[in-house]
T-cell receptor, first 113, second 115 residues
Framework: DGGITQSPKYLFRKEGQNVTLSCEQN?????MYWYRQDPGQGLRLIYY???????QKGDIAEGYSVSREKKESFPLTVTSAQKNPTAFYLC????????????FGAGSRLTVL | DQQVKQNSPSLSVQEGRISILNCDYT??????FLWYKKYPAEGPTFLIS?????DKNEDGRFTVFLNKSAKHLSLHIVPSQPGDSAVYFC??????????????FGKGTKLSVIP
């Protein structure tokens, strides 16, 4: 079955440590996205990538970094510079031929202790 | 500045009745609108969409209405079922150029369908 796989589902880290969240898709989608969800805040865009080796900042990119070395993969690193990293992180992807539906992964819950 | 607004954080409806979820937007460049449904600790799943060239789109129990002049859309669920209890997100996109596609989300409305 095609889909988006995010790992790990739950992650605990100490303050000051960098953390990398994995996102893999086998849908042959062109574009991939990272969103963050906080209670009462909806989904906010962190980074997105439309082609391999290229990505753009979203609305809340500070303290995060990404890479897009392969079409299928778009890992997100939450760095120690992110002031409030505890959140639910969602990866999504879509084709780029016109307006399309984003398909989301199941999410990763990061808790910084 | 919030471009997509869902002003009702929560809504409770009796099973079998109609659920109406509302969404307002401020960006006149938005030309495609979507509704997503989300359960706790899961990713959002696509529910229904509408293009700005239409004013209504229906899919089974779900209907989305778009009023462009008012910059308002609504999602109707009839009849509501307990399994519809979830958070519903309104999202919008603008045709921002070749190969560029982004969704802007509202903050969500938590729907509770009471048996």
């Amino acid at each position: 079955d095609g889909g988006i796989t995010q790992s790990p589902k739950y992650l605990f880290r100490k303050e000051g440590q960098n953390v990398t969240l994995s996102c893999e898709q086998n849908l042959n989608h062109d574009a991939m996205y990272w969103y963050r969800q906080d209670p009462g805040q909806g989904l906010r865009l962190i980074y997105y990538s439309q082609i391999v080796n290229d990505f753009q900042k979203g609305d809340i990119a500070e303290g995060y970094s990404v890479s897009r070395e392969k079409k299928e993969s778009f890992p997100l690193t939450v760095t120690s510079a992110q002031k409030n990293p505890t959140a639910f992180y969602l990866c999504a992807s879509t084709f780029l031929n016109g307006a399309n539906v984003l398909t989301f992964g199941a999410g990763s819950r990061l808790t910084v202790l | 500045d919030q471009q997509v607004k869902q002003n009702s954080p929560s809504l409770s409806v009796q099973e079998g009745r109609i659920s109406i979820l509302n969404c307002d937007y401020t960006n006149s460049m938005f030309d495609y609108f979507l509704w997503y449904k989300k359960y706790p600790a899961e990713g959002p799943t696509f529910l229904i969409s509408i293009s700005s060239i239409k004013d209504k789109n229906e899919d089974g129990r779900f209907t989305v209405f778009l009023n462009k002049s008012a910059k308002h859309l609504s999602l109707h669920i009839v009849p509501s079922q307990p399994g519809d209890s979830a958070v519903y997100f309104c999202a919008a996109s603008a045709n921002s150029g070749a190969g560029s596609y982004q969704l802007t989300f509202g903050k969500g409305t938590k729907l509770s369908v009471i048996p």
